[in-house]
Each structure stands twice: as structure tokens, then as C-alpha cells.
């Protein structure tokens, strides 16, 4: 036993993990297709409206409503600005938010469920009781009483669509910390000195993570859904910002006379969702070491 | 000398229909160097008074005295250094390790929270234990569920040995596994006692295990202890009718003697909330009016301890 | 052995496939067992024990399993080659098993009573009240008041699930019973009660039974012959006296030194090193070989027959007789 062959050990250690990891997620045909298709959207997204050489707001009221050509290749709105480069701005935003309100709601749930789960008792009742009365109010409504309240703008409409999903991932979260909550070794992990926070967000998490990877992938397509839902009701993101929902809101007075205007934004929505639903699938299977084959 | 002593150790939990009582004023103590084996059937609390024991588990009432300190009432703190004295080996090996970490990463995990080492001095250490018990270095970065009951246990041993203890608990450490791997992994156990000087708390249900490993031999039953003695003493002189009924019931190899089975009657009466005479009245075919009285564990011959009335009668002493 | 026996397994081999790869679970085995007699296959997890019990009754898992080659003949009838509708007739009147865990082998939704009951209806024309009273007979049969026929599994203690599940298979009297580790989820003590009553109904049904188990103590007790068996091979069949007086077989004799003694102290186990084989990669020649202090070069490579030591003492290993050399 060498001292070289003990620093460089944990080297290996690492990568090997990591790699194994990415193997077995490139194995999964499906789950690779679906990353394939997100990177390109995230790439379009990025780069795209610098291509279009068209501003996304700017009116020009000239060229309204026409149809797609090769000069606008998706076509202009009712106002003469280029569908295809308000889709691709309009994706920054409804991606965004979709990310960022899944993050803050599963952050919130993972840790809310965790404590509950372990925890158990009077604090799990009163938390529990507490989402019961939440859930009971319908998802979409409670986002737009909460949008309502706040008001429009990027950071409340993340605010709104955040919160009413904490209630469905704490309690996804908890179960599936209740179904570890007994094993064994997690008191192997107290008998070698962990802490209940260790044992908590070290040992029971990650291995209950698994319903919420997906469900968390699931979940950006549902806030992009539901962002699309306030947009379309005029609240959320306002104009002249261009989103996905904002922007079938706009088309569907349209849709018999100029049925293009909906086409790109609803394409673009159904793709988002489907990649994501299909990489977190793959996500799943990856991370879980005993599903090795 | 006596490394641990136990005195009227009590844990009750609550249940909607009243107290558990799962261990009961069990006093014993254990020597240095020597296997305390406890034995009894399902649900007699011998697990739940290894887990009090070394503190993880709260108790009720009760006083434990480790190494001449009383660890009875320790604070978060201390509760945390005794670990690097008293460490545990879980029954299942399947369970008790976490299906997400490598051997090493498992094997680790004492050594960073209970030494506070270094990745280079973790590394060397990790070589060190996976050597002591018999595990290949290939294996280093398996998971779990990649090896077989016997190496999954062997790391769970690793595991309790990183934090360098004087005392260990085995929890049913062998009642997983087949009967070649079993052999294998009481012989690492024995080699490890003899090799670092370790005291162990045996838990199990099997008798022929027990008999090998252990220096005495403590009988639990319904959360009290019935009979204590050296090993030899107990199968050879059995006192209490629970043991002597327990020992007959063991299926032996052995064709040419058949034994003489005492079959009980009856079933395990229930924990919760039980009187306060001998528990095992219920199913003893020798029971009277004065079993219902509470039954003290007295020395009956040298070392040899008896909860039972009768015993005097029973084996004419 | 040409002779018409009880059951008469020859030259059984099974395999599952899983994950593409072809797990050889059983081997070529060869079993006899007369009317009235109990036969213990004795072996480690993942011998094979339980997928010879369950071919007997045509119960392996569809379609990752495969009866490659051999019969199964119950009183001169193949198993193997009965219609699914004769088996359906077979299996709980003719042949009933006993799975090792009761907690699992009970609707936890239906009293045990109309348990027991459905098995007896399925295989006798008999009306709902007949059969409830033959349920109850058959729960007073083995020890449990016959009042508690409307209780539901989750009433029950361990022991008295097992009592349940050995009265729902002995519900209709079948000629064979299949005991797959019936008592191994058992405490010592209500283990005691369950093999003695077992050993009670065997006698006065005249049933021939197979037992499961990895524990020689309880082989000693109730066994008439016994198999050991070692990746899906009998390595070794005898009696009983032939086998616990004269094991002839270097792992039978391993087995038996790994076994702590009850009543011999010895500081250090004899242990058998290394683990049983891959069923994916099994070696060329004997099966036990890798892990056989005795083994010669030729073990390694070529395949022995079982021979015969004693009359009907059988045994796979060449050496048997000449281990000590």
C-alpha cells in the first residue's frame, strides 16, 4: 500500500461513479433522443433570435398577418412582428420559468417532505393539515389568485406557479422518505455518528429521489403549461414580451382566417414537454445503481 | 473485569393500546475480551436492548455503566464520542447498508464523521479494514446489491471496526446467511476478538451459533432476563423451564439421539402491559399461584442466574 | 431402480433466462421418493431446491423458465407433459405445497376460513356449508380453536399463519405435499409445534412429503432420505443413516462441520471456502470443484457420474472413496 495509490484512489472513485451514471443513461435510447431535442431547443432559444435578424417586439404594422414565406419563414402576427422570433424569445421566458418555478417548488417540497417524513409527528400533522387546506383549492386556480395578488411580472409569475406545487411534491417527498424511514441503515448512519441532518439529506434523500426526479421534469412541463394557461388569460408574462401561452392567446382569434399563428408556439410547447418527460425517465433509471442492466 | 454493566435496564414504548414493555429491569454484566451471547425468540427484545445499550435507542429507566463511566445520561456530544467506543453489526446485510454507496464510500463514512481523517489517510485506512475482514480490494467500488450476503456482511463489519471500538453489538449477524458463509464470517468475528482483544454482545436466535462463540449466555424472554450463566453451565445444567423447553427445541444433526422434545403450549402472550409475575407462566407446564408474583434473578449456583420460583424444586438444589 | 416409485424424477434440467443471459437453476437431477416417505432436499440459497419443488407442480415462472429436458412421473404420469387442465385438477387435491413465508401466503382481505374453504370447493363438489365445516375441521386439526374461522390472516401470530397455510394444503387430502422451508420464518419453540404437527397429520394421512430446508437438524428429525443439493445437481442421496453416518461427498461433509454443535465446542468452524457457482458460468467438470480442498486435476475438467457407494448411496464425486489418500 503506497501513498500514491492512496491520493490517487478517490480520483477514480469519482469518475468511475459519474461515468457509470452517464452510461447508463446514454444506453437508454429514449432518454438520449429526448436530451438530443432539449439542446437543441435550448440552442435555438440562445442563439436563434440574433439569427432571425428580426426584433421580437418592435411592431411594424406594414407587414401584419402574413403568410409564412421565405422572408418570414413561420409568417408575422397581428402586429407585423416575426412568429418564429417571438417563439424563440418567447422560449427563454416560458423555459425560464418553467426551470426556475420547478426548481423553487421541488426545493421547497424535497425539504418540507423530508422533514415531515422523518420527522413524523406534531410537526408533520400541522404541515400536513396545512397543505391539505392548499390542495384542496384547485391547482390552476390557486396559481391565478396568486398571480392576481402579486401581480404580472417574470418574478411573481415564478412566485405564483412555485408555490402551488410545493404541496404535491412535499408530499411525494415524504411517502417516499417514509418507505427509507425504517431501513436499516439508516441507523447504521446514527451508530457511526451522522447527524439527523446527515441522516436526513445524506443518507434517506438520495434514496428516495427517485419519483421526484422524474416527477420534477414533469413539472417544468406542467409550469410551462401553467404559465401558458396565465398568459393566456392575460396575466403572467405581459406584451409586449412574447411567451408560448400569450402567444396562442393572440392566435386563436385568428385561427380560421390565419390558422399559422398557433401552429409554431403549440409545436414548440408539445416538444419541450415531451423531451423533458422523456429524459427524466432516463434520468431515473440512471441514477438508481441497481438497475444496472 | 467488567467492561459494561447494565442495572435494571428499562424501554417501554407507547402503543395506542397501552406500553410495550419490550425490555424489562434487565441487569447483566459484561466482561472485557469476553461474548455475552443473548438469546431468545422474536419479539423478546433482545434487539432493542443491544440498541439502548450503545445509545441508540432511548431508555426508559435505567443505568448503564461503560468502562467504569456511567453513560447513562450523556449529552449530544458524548453520546457521539462513545461511538468510537461501542459500534453495532446489523442482522440484515441487505438492508443495513446504503444501496447508493460503494463499499468504500460505506466503509468511509464512520472514519469522516467519527475521526474527522484526511481523503489520503481515509484511503490508506479503508485498505487497512477491507484487508482485516477478508474483503478483495476489487470490490472497493461495488455497490452493494453487486455482492453476495456473506461480503455485504463483511462490510458491515468493516464498517462498525472503522470507528476502532471496544464494544460491539452484533444484531443476528449471521441468521442471514447460508451455512458455509455463516461458518466463515463467526470464524472472522472470533478471529477479530482474539486479534484486537473486542467485546461482544451476541444477539440471536440460534442456539448452536451462541453456544460457539459465546463466554456466557444471557436467556430473554417477553423483555426479562430468565437465565444467565456461562455457556457451558447452561446447556449443560439449564435451570429455568423457558430454557430447558428452548433447548429441547432445537433440531438437532443427529440421528442416532432423538431428543426429548418439551413441546409448549400455547403462544407468546403480549408485551403490552404485562402483570407483573413471570411472563412465561402463561405456557410453563410447571406453573402455581406463586408465578404470578413478581420473580427476582437470583444466583441459584456460582454465576448462574435464575428468574423462577421453582427452580429450587424443579432441579433439586 | 426400474421399478414403479411414488415420484420419479430423471434426469430434470431447468433453465431462466434473464437479461440474456441462461441462469442453469437445475441440472440433470435424479429423485426417487416412495408412498408414506419424506424426502429432504437439503442446500444453500440458490441451489435449486425450490425450482425442483415447483416443477413438481408445474408452477414456474411463464415464460422465463424452461423444463430443457427430463420427467417428472407421479404414480407413472409426466408432470411435465400433463394438460394444463389435468394440472389444475392435480395441484391442491394431489400435490399441495407449503411456501416458506406465511405472512405472504395469505389473503390478508378473506377470513382464513373461507381460505381454507375455496380450496376445498375447487377441487370438491361440495356445497358452502360443507365446506365451512370441513374448514373448521380442518383449523381444529391443527390446533387452532375452530371459533376463529372468521378472523381474518392479520389476527394470526406467525406460527398460526403457517398452522393456516399447512391446513389449507392438507384441506383435500393430497397424496404429496411440497414443504418449502415451512418453518425457517419460525421462533425455535412454535417451530417445534409446527414440524411435530406436520410429522402427526404425515402419519395419519399416509402423505408423502418433500422438504425443503438448509437446516440438517430438522433433515435428522423428519426426513426418510435425503439430496443434497449444490447448483442444481444432487451431489449426493442416501437414507438418512447413510448420509448423517457415512457422508461420502467432500461438500455433505463440509456442510456438516460448518454447523455449529450444540453439543461438541470447537473455538474454530470448519468453513468451506468460496461461494457456490455463477448458474450463468458453471465449471466444466465438477460443479464443487472450485471450492474442494480434495479436488484433482481431473475434477476440474471432467463431468463424473454418480456412482453408487453403498446400495442406494449416491454419489457424484469420483474420489468419494479414496479422500483421505
Same mark, same amino acid.
Given at each position: 500500500?503506497?501513498?500514491?495509490?492512496?491520493?490517487?484512489?478517490?480520483?477514480?472513485?469519482? @469518475?468511475?461513479?459519474?461515468?457509470?451514471?452517464?452510461?447508463?443513461?446514454?444506453?437508454?435510447?429514449?432518454?438520449?433522443?429526448?436530451?438530443?431535442?432539449?439542446?437543441?431547443?435550448?440552442?435555438?432559444?440562445?442563439?436563434?433570435?440574433?439569427?432571425?435578424?428580426?426584433?421580437?417586439?418592435?411592431?411594424?404594422?406594414?407587414?401584419?398577418? @402574413?403568410?409564412?414565406?421565405?422572408?418570414?419563414?413561420?409568417?408575422?402576427?397581428?402586429?407585423?412582428?416575426?412568429?418564429?422570433?417571438?417563439?424563440?424569445?418567447?422560449?427563454?421566458?416560458?423555459?425560464?420559468?418553467?426551470?426556475?418555478?420547478?426548481?423553487?417548488?421541488?426545493?421547497?417540497?424535497?425539504?418540507?417532505?423530508?422533514?415531515?417524513?422523518?420527522?413524523?409527528?406534531?410537526?408533520?400533522?400541522?404541515?400536513?393539515?396545512?397543505?391539505?387546506?392548499?390542495?384542496?383549492?384547485?391547482?390552476?386556480?390557486?396559481?391565478?389568485?396568486?398571480?392576481?395578488?402579486?401581480?404580472?411580472?417574470?418574478?411573481?409569475?415564478?412566485?405564483?406557479?412555485?408555490?402551488?406545487?410545493?404541496?404535491?411534491?412535499?408530499?411525494?417527498?415524504?411517502?417516499?422518505?417514509?418507505?427509507?424511514?425504517?431501513?436499516?441503515?439508516?441507523?447504521?448512519?446514527?451508530?457511526?455518528?451522522?447527524?439527523?441532518?446527515?441522516?436526513?439529506?445524506? @443518507?434517506?434523500?438520495?434514496?428516495?429521489?427517485?419519483?421526484?426526479?422524474?416527477?420534477?421534469?414533469?413539472?417544468?412541463?406542467?409550469?410551462?403549461?401553467?404559465?401558458?394557461?396565465?398568459?393566456?388569460?392575460?396575466?403572467?408574462?405581459?406584451?409586449?414580451?412574447?411567451?408560448?401561452?400569450?402567444?396562442?392567446?393572440?392566435?386563436?382569434?385568428?385561427?380560421?382566417?390565419?390558422?399559422?399563428?398557433?401552429?409554431?408556439?403549440?409545436?414548440?410547447?408539445?416538444?419541450?414537454?415531451?423531451?423533458?418527460?422523456?429524459?427524466?425517465?432516463?434520468?431515473?433509471?440512471?441514477?438508481?445503481?441497481?438497475?444496472?442492466? | 473485569?467488567?467492561?459494561?454493566?447494565?442495572?435494571?435496564?428499562?424501554?417501554?414504548?407507547?402503543?395506542?393500546?397501552?406500553?410495550?414493555?419490550?425490555?424489562?429491569?434487565?441487569?447483566?454484566?459484561?466482561?472485557?475480551?469476553?461474548?455475552?451471547?443473548?438469546?431468545?425468540?422474536?419479539?423478546?427484545?433482545?434487539?432493542?436492548?443491544?440498541?439502548?445499550?450503545?445509545?441508540?435507542? !432511548?431508555?426508559?429507566?435505567?443505568?448503564?455503566?461503560?468502562?467504569?463511566?456511567?453513560?447513562?445520561?450523556?449529552?449530544?456530544?458524548?453520546?457521539?464520542?462513545?461511538?468510537?467506543?461501542?459500534?453495532?453489526?446489523?442482522?440484515?446485510?441487505?438492508?443495513?447498508?446504503?444501496?447508493?454507496?460503494?463499499?468504500?464510500?460505506?466503509?468511509?463514512?464512520?472514519?469522516?464523521?467519527?475521526?474527522?481523517?484526511?481523503?489520503?489517510?481515509?484511503?490508506?485506512?479503508?485498505?487497512?479494514?477491507?484487508?482485516?475482514?477478508?474483503?478483495?480490494?476489487?470490490?472497493?467500488?461495488?455497490? !452493494?446489491?453487486?455482492?453476495?450476503?456473506?461480503?455485504?456482511?463483511?462490510?458491515?463489519?468493516?464498517?462498525?471496526?472503522?470507528?476502532? !471500538?471496544?464494544?460491539?453489538?452484533?444484531?443476528?449477524?449471521?441468521?442471514?446467511?447460508?451455512?458455509?458463509?455463516?461458518?466463515?464470517?463467526?470464524?472472522?468475528?472470533?478471529?477479530?476478538?482474539?486479534?484486537?482483544?473486542?467485546?461482544?454482545?451476541?444477539?440471536?436466535?440460534?442456539?448452536?451459533?451462541?453456544?460457539?462463540?459465546?463466554?456466557?449466555?444471557?436467556?430473554?424472554?417477553?423483555?426479562?432476563?430468565?437465565?444467565?450463566?456461562?455457556?457451558?453451565?447452561?446447556?449443560?445444567?439449564?435451570?429455568?423451564?423457558?430454557?430447558?423447553?428452548?433447548?429441547?427445541?432445537? !433440531?438437532?444433526?443427529?440421528?442416532?439421539?432423538?431428543?426429548?422434545?418439551?413441546?409448549?403450549?400455547?403462544?407468546?402472550?403480549?408485551?403490552?402491559?404485562?402483570?407483573?409475575?413471570?411472563?412465561?407462566?402463561?405456557?410453563?407446564?410447571?406453573?402455581?399461584?406463586?408465578?404470578?408474583?413478581?420473580?427476582?434473578?437470583?444466583?441459584?449456583?456460582?454465576?448462574?442466574?435464575?428468574?423462577?420460583?421453582?427452580?429450587?424444586?424443579?432441579?433439586?438444589? | 431402480?426400474?421399478?414403479?416409485?411414488?415420484?420419479?424424477?430423471?434426469?430434470?434440467?431447468?433453465?431462466?433466462?434473464?437479461?440474456?443471459?441462461?441462469?442453469?437453476? $437445475?441440472?440433470? $437431477?435424479?429423485?426417487?421418493?416412495?408412498?408414506?416417505?419424506?424426502?429432504?432436499?437439503?442446500?444453500?440459497?440458490?441451489?435449486?431446491?425450490?425450482?425442483?419443488?415447483?416443477?413438481?407442480?408445474?408452477?414456474?415462472?411463464?415464460?422465463?423458465?424452461?423444463?430443457?429436458?427430463?420427467?417428472?412421473?407421479?404414480?407413472?404420469?409426466?408432470?411435465?407433459?400433463?394438460?394444463?387442465?389435468?394440472?389444475?385438477?392435480?395441484?391442491?387435491?394431489?400435490?399441495?405445497?407449503?411456501?416458506?413465508?406465511?405472512?405472504?401466503?395469505?389473503?390478508?382481505?378473506?377470513? $382464513?376460513?373461507?381460505?381454507?374453504?375455496?380450496?376445498?370447493?375447487?377441487?370438491?363438489?361440495?356445497?358452502?356449508?360443507?365446506?365451512?365445516?370441513?374448514?373448521?375441521?380442518?383449523?381444529?386439526?391443527?390446533?387452532?380453536?375452530?371459533?376463529?374461522?372468521?378472523?381474518?390472516?392479520?389476527?394470526?401470530?406467525?406460527?398460526?399463519?403457517?398452522?393456516?397455510?399447512?391446513?389449507?394444503?392438507?384441506?383435500?387430502?393430497?397424496?404429496?405435499?411440497?414443504?418449502?422451508?415451512?418453518?425457517?420464518?419460525?421462533?425455535?419453540?412454535?417451530?417445534?409445534? $409446527?414440524?411435530?404437527?406436520?410429522?402427526?397429520?404425515?402419519?395419519?394421512?399416509?402423505?408423502?412429503?418433500?422438504?425443503?430446508?438448509?437446516?440438517?437438524?430438522?433433515?435428522?428429525?423428519?426426513?426418510?432420505?435425503?439430496?443434497?443439493?449444490?447448483?442444481?445437481?444432487?451431489?449426493?442421496?442416501?437414507?438418512?443413516?447413510?448420509?448423517?453416518?457415512?457422508?461420502?461427498?467432500?461438500?455433505?461433509?463440509?456442510?456438516?462441520?460448518?454447523?455449529?454443535?450444540?453439543?461438541?465446542?470447537?473455538?474454530?468452524?470448519?468453513?468451506?471456502?468460496?461461494?457456490?457457482?455463477?448458474?450463468?458460468?458453471?465449471?466444466?467438470?465438477?460443479?464443487?470443484?472450485?471450492?474442494?480442498?480434495?479436488?484433482?486435476?481431473?475434477?476440474?475438467?471432467?463431468?463424473?457420474?454418480?456412482?453408487?457407494?453403498?446400495?442406494?448411496?449416491?454419489?457424484?464425486?469420483?474420489?468419494?472413496?479414496?479422500?483421505?489418500?
Amino acid at each position: 500500500m503506497t501513498v500514491a495509490k492512496s491520493v490517487t484512489a478517490p480520483k477514480i472513485k469519482k @469518475q468511475s461513479q459519474a461515468k457509470e451514471i452517464f452510461k447508463r443513461f446514454v444506453k437508454n435510447r429514449s432518454a438520449v433522443i429526448g436530451m438530443i431535442i432539449l439542446a437543441i431547443l435550448l440552442f435555438a432559444i440562445i442563439i436563434g433570435p440574433y439569427l432571425t435578424g428580426y426584433s421580437a417586439t418592435k411592431i411594424d404594422i406594414r407587414s401584419r398577418l @402574413q403568410f409564412p414565406s421565405a422572408k418570414h419563414w413561420f409568417g408575422t402576427d397581428d402586429n407585423g412582428r416575426d412568429v418564429l422570433t417571438r417563439c424563440l424569445v418567447g422560449g427563454r421566458w416560458s423555459l425560464g420559468c418553467g426551470i426556475l418555478a420547478t426548481i423553487i417548488s421541488a426545493g421547497g417540497g424535497i425539504i418540507l417532505g423530508s422533514l415531515t417524513g422523518y420527522l413524523g409527528g406534531k410537526f408533520d400533522m400541522v404541515v400536513m393539515r396545512f397543505l391539505d387546506i392548499i390542495q384542496s383549492i384547485p391547482g390552476l386556480l390557486l396559481t391565478i389568485v396568486i398571480s392576481a395578488a402579486l401581480g404580472t411580472g417574470f418574478d411573481k409569475t415564478i412566485l405564483a406557479l412555485a408555490l402551488g406545487g410545493i404541496a404535491g411534491y412535499t408530499r411525494m417527498m415524504r411517502s417516499s422518505i417514509m418507505r427509507v424511514r425504517d431501513e436499516e441503515f439508516l441507523e447504521a448512519a446514527e451508530a457511526v455518528g451522522c447527524n439527523s441532518v446527515q441522516r436526513i439529506f445524506g @443518507q434517506a434523500l438520495p434514496n428516495s429521489m427517485a419519483p421526484m426526479i422524474v416527477s420534477i421534469t414533469q413539472g417544468v412541463a406542467d409550469r410551462i403549461l401553467g404559465l401558458a394557461s396565465l398568459s393566456y388569460i392575460g396575466l403572467g408574462i405581459q406584451p409586449p414580451d412574447p411567451e408560448w401561452g400569450a402567444m396562442l392567446n393572440v392566435g386563436k382569434q385568428y385561427i380560421r382566417t390565419y390558422p399559422y399563428l398557433i401552429i409554431l408556439p403549440g409545436i414548440m410547447i408539445a416538444i419541450t414537454v415531451l423531451s423533458l418527460n422523456l429524459m427524466g425517465d432516463g434520468l431515473r433509471d440512471a441514477l438508481d445503481p441497481k438497475l444496472k442492466d | 473485569m467488567s467492561l459494561l454493566e447494565i442495572k435494571d435496564l428499562k424501554k417501554y414504548f407507547s402503543t395506542p393500546r397501552g406500553q410495550l414493555h419490550a425490555v424489562d429491569d434487565v441487569t447483566m454484566s459484561i466482561n472485557a475480551g469476553e461474548t455475552m451471547g443473548v438469546v431468545g425468540e422474536s419479539g423478546c427484545g433482545k434487539s432493542t436492548l443491544g440498541r439502548t445499550i450503545i445509545n441508540l435507542q !432511548p431508555k426508559t429507566a435505567g443505568q448503564v455503566i461503560f468502562d467504569g463511566r456511567d453513560i447513562t445520561n450523556l449529552s449530544k456530544r458524548e453520546s457521539k464520542n462513545l461511538r468510537n467506543e461501542m459500534q453495532i453489526i446489523f442482522q440484515d446485510p441487505y438492508s443495513s447498508l446504503n444501496p447508493r454507496y460503494t463499499v468504500a464510500q460505506t466503509i468511509q463514512m464512520p472514519l469522516k464523521t467519527l475521526k474527522h481523517m484526511n481523503k489520503a489517510d481515509m484511503e490508506a485506512e479503508t485498505d487497512r479494514l477491507m484487508d482485516m475482514v477478508g474483503l478483495d480490494q476489487r470490490f472497493r467500488l461495488s455497490y !452493494p446489491h453487486e455482492l453476495d450476503g456473506g461480503r455485504r456482511q463483511r462490510i458491515g463489519i468493516a464498517r462498525a471496526l472503522a470507528a476502532n !471500538p471496544k464494544f460491539i453489538v452484533c444484531d443476528e449477524p449471521v441468521s442471514a446467511l447460508d451455512v458455509s458463509i455463516q461458518a466463515q464470517i463467526l470464524n472472522l468475528l472470533m478471529d477479530l476478538q482474539d486479534k484486537f482483544g473486542l467485546t461482544y454482545m451476541f444477539i440471536t436466535h440460534n442456539m448452536a451459533v451462541v453456544r460457539h462463540i459465546s463466554h456466557n449466555i444471557s436467556v430473554m424472554y417477553l423483555g426479562q432476563l430468565v437465565e444467565t450463566s456461562p455457556t457451558d453451565d447452561l446447556f449443560e445444567h439449564p435451570l429455568h423451564p423457558y430454557t430447558k423447553a428452548l433447548l429441547s427445541a432445537i !433440531p438437532v444433526p443427529d440421528i442416532d439421539h432423538p431428543l426429548k422434545r418439551i413441546v409448549l403450549q400455547g403462544e407468546l402472550t403480549s408485551p403490552i402491559e404485562p402483570g407483573v409475575g413471570c411472563r412465561f407462566a402463561a405456557r410453563c407446564p410447571y406453573q402455581t399461584e406463586a408465578c404470578n408474583e413478581k420473580q427476582e434473578l437470583r444466583e441459584v449456583l456460582p454465576n448462574h442466574f435464575v428468574s423462577c420460583c421453582k427452580v429450587h424444586e424443579l432441579n433439586n438444589i | 431402480m426400474t421399478e414403479q416409485r411414488f415420484l420419479k424424477i430423471r434426469d430434470l434440467t431447468i433453465q431462466y433466462t434473464s437479461g440474456g443471459q441462461i441462469i442453469k437453476a $437445475v441440472n440433470g $437431477v435424479n429423485l426417487d421418493l416412495d408412498e408414506g416417505k419424506t424426502l429432504a432436499l437439503v442446500g444453500e440459497t440458490g441451489a435449486g431446491k425450490t425450482t425442483i419443488a415447483k416443477s413438481i407442480l408445474q408452477i414456474l415462472p411463464h415464460p422465463q423458465s424452461k423444463v430443457v429436458s427430463g420427467s417428472i412421473e407421479l404414480n407413472g404420469e409426466d408432470m411435465i407433459k400433463a394438460s394444463e387442465e389435468r394440472l389444475r385438477q392435480i395441484r391442491g387435491s394431489e400435490i399441495a405445497m407449503i411456501f416458506q413465508d406465511p405472512m405472504t401466503s395469505l389473503n390478508p382481505v378473506m377470513t $382464513v376460513g373461507d381460505q381454507i374453504a375455496e380450496v376445498i370447493e375447487h377441487h370438491q363438489d361440495s356445497t358452502d356449508k360443507s365446506a365451512i365445516d370441513r374448514a373448521r375441521e380442518m383449523l381444529e386439526l391443527v390446533g387452532i380453536p375452530g371459533d376463529r374461522i372468521k378472523e381474518y390472516p392479520h389476527q394470526f401470530s406467525g406460527g398460526m399463519k403457517q398452522r393456516v397455510v399447512i391446513a389449507m394444503a392438507l384441506a383435500c387430502n393430497p397424496k404429496l405435499l411440497l414443504a418449502d422451508e415451512p418453518t425457517s420464518a419460525l421462533d425455535v419453540t412454535i417451530q417445534a409445534q $409446527v414440524l411435530e404437527m406436520i410429522a402427526k397429520l404425515r402419519d395419519q394421512f399416509n402423505t408423502s412429503m418433500v422438504l425443503i430446508t438448509h437446516d440438517l437438524g430438522i433433515v435428522a428429525e423428519a426426513a426418510d432420505t435425503v439430496a443434497i443439493i449444490y447448483a442444481g445437481e444432487v451431489l449426493e442421496y442416501g437414507n438418512k443413516e447413510q448420509i448423517f453416518h457415512r457422508p461420502q461427498h467432500p461438500y455433505t461433509k463440509g456442510l456438516f462441520g460448518a454447523i455449529p454443535n450444540l453439543y461438541v465446542k470447537a473455538r474454530r468452524l470448519h468453513n468451506i471456502e468460496g461461494l457456490p457457482p455463477d448458474p450463468t458460468n458453471l465449471p466444466v467438470g465438477c460443479c464443487f470443484a472450485p471450492r474442494c480442498p480434495y479436488a484433482r486435476e481431473d475434477c476440474k475438467t471432467t463431468k463424473f457420474e454418480a456412482h453408487e457407494v453403498e446400495p442406494g448411496h449416491l454419489c457424484s464425486c469420483a474420489y468419494a472413496e479414496h479422500l483421505e489418500d
